[in-house]
């Protein structure tokens, strides 16, 4: 891609934003944060408001960024969301049209979830506030029947984030580096998400936002290229979730795209394998044993599901356990996504069975113990109205196996994270589901 093209493509609020975030990277200066928020609030005052969304994705990869600031205890980015939250209040909120089954079920789990302060007093707090008025922004986003941008610029402004938020982690890394106390350990690689998980997520999602959701349509060159700079950027995360995630899609991915074409799958294989083989023979007579004993590998090893898992079966275990001992109140409404931690966590202490605050590191557990057995269905409602929505807007009624793929890479992740309470969450399950419906060009 040419400079000129990419300088089209790349606004210049997004240029601006990522220049500065590059720049904190280096210096540490926390005003140069204020920079970037100030930038956010013009952008979401003067600039069409699909500018506004396009810089909104494109620092969803660098939010933990915001969280360092020693101004204000609470994370920078809020106040640029809360300026395009504003925006599309006074601007367009009035003047579209939404879809009604989906308006109604927002207001649901907003009171369903605030319900909860009722029995919990953890959700008495300025967090659940702030899930309330994020909750409410990004749910008026996904009914709106008018879309303020494409996909295709959503998910390159994405893949922006995503390379600046890779270059921030090292340069950060580089100039604020964390002592280790062995050359064999490997520091788990987080760019500017805050959480590998989180960071894998994004480069694993955004392969499937730009492979074709059509078996054996022509795949550019650029997308190769992108496949091996998320696949490269992901494999820095050490993740298990990564590694295993993406093995497993990729193969599915190959098997629905050449699903007319035996022959082509029976080749293609045995390419695969030789390569493999060659390089494996390679590693063996290198003498390089050594490279066995880094920390990359020993993530990989175990003699117990404690250790495999990273102690997650422990405390999945636990949060079960206690799930099924409190008052039926808890196990049929939950304790509220914004109360579940502090509350649950109680009680952990109080037995001496974490050190530290621990989460579920789990969501469809995490959804379970905040709106109970009953809540599920409600928000697994609300999952699947954004779906139907979607799927009338663009009047999309066949879409091919090859779509829902990002569906499967997004649960398959479900397993080692706890999102519930980010905004975040909902603006990629936004982008989930356009891509689901998308339409290729």
């Known amino acids: 891609m040419s400079i000129g093209k990419l300088a089209r493509l790349l606004n210049v609020e997004i240029a601006l934003s990522a220049m500065l975030i590059i720049l904190y990277a280096i210096t540490s200066s926390a005003p140069l944060l204020l920079l970037v928020v ?39 980015l809020t106040f640029i969301f809360l300026a395009m939250f504003g925006r599309y209040l006074l601007t367009h909120a009035f003047d579209t049209n939404y879809f009604s089954p989906g308006l109604l079920l927002m207001l649901l789990v907003i009171v ?57 982690g090292l340069l950060h890394q580089y100039f604020a580096p964390i002592s280790t106390h062995s050359l064999k350990v490997i520091t788990r690689f987080a760019g500017g998400a805050g959480d590998p998980n989180n960071f894998g997520l994004f480069c694993l999602l955004l392969i499937y936002f730009y492979l074709p959701t059509i078996p054996r349509q022509k795949i550019p060159q650029k997308t190769y ?5 998320m696949l490269a950027f992901g494999a820095l995360t050490v993740s298990r979730s990564f590694f295993i995630v993406a093995t497993l899609s990729l193969l599915t991915y190959f098997i629905f795209y050449y699903r007319s074409a035996l022959g082509d799958i029976f080749v293609r294989f045995l390419l695969s394998f030789n390569a493999l083989l060659i390089l494996f023979c390679l590693y063996w007579f290198s003498g390089a044993a050594f490279i066995g004993e880094l920390d990359i590998f020993t993530r990989f090893s175990g003699d117990n599901l404690s250790d495999l898992t990273g102690s997650r079966s422990d405390i999945l275990q636990e949060y079960v356990r206690l799930f099924f001992e409190l008052p039926y109140n808890f196990v049929l409404f939950g304790a509220g996504i914004n109360g579940y931690l502090g509350y649950y966590n109680y009680y952990f202490l109080q037995a001496g069975l ?25 928000f697994a409602t609300y999952i699947y109205l954004g779906f139907r929505s979607e799927r009338i807007r ?37 982008l989930i589901i356009y891509n689901t419906y998308r339409k290729e060009s």
């Open 38 to 76: 100030l930038v956010g609030i013009v952008c979401a005052a003067i600039l069409p408001f699909g500018r506004s969304i396009q810089l909104a994705f494109f620092l969803l990869p660098c939010s933990e960024v915001f969280t360092q600031s020693p101004y204000i205890a609470i994370s920078l």
């Open 112 to 168: 369903y979830e605030l319900m909860h302060t009722l029995y919990n007093p953890v959700m008495a707090s300025t967090q659940t506030i702030r899930w309330t008025i994020f909750f409410v922004f990004t749910s008026l986003l996904l009914f709106d029947r008018n879309k303020y941008c494409s996909f295709s610029q959503l998910r390159f402004v994405l893949l922006c984030g995503v390379i600046i938020s890779t270059v921030y």
């Open 225 to 229: 290229g992108i496949i091996l700079m």
């Open 354 to 378: 974490f050190p530290e605050i621990v989460g579920p590191h789990n969501t469809l557990l995490e959804i379970l113990i905040s709106f109970g057995l009953l809540g599920f269905i409600l």
């Open 394 to 430: 663009t009047n999309n009624t066949h879409i091919f196996r090859l779509a829902w793929l990002p569906i499967i890479v997004f649960v398959l992740y479900c397993f080692s994270l706890q999102n519930l309470g980010k905004y975040g969450s909902y603006f990629i399950l936004m």
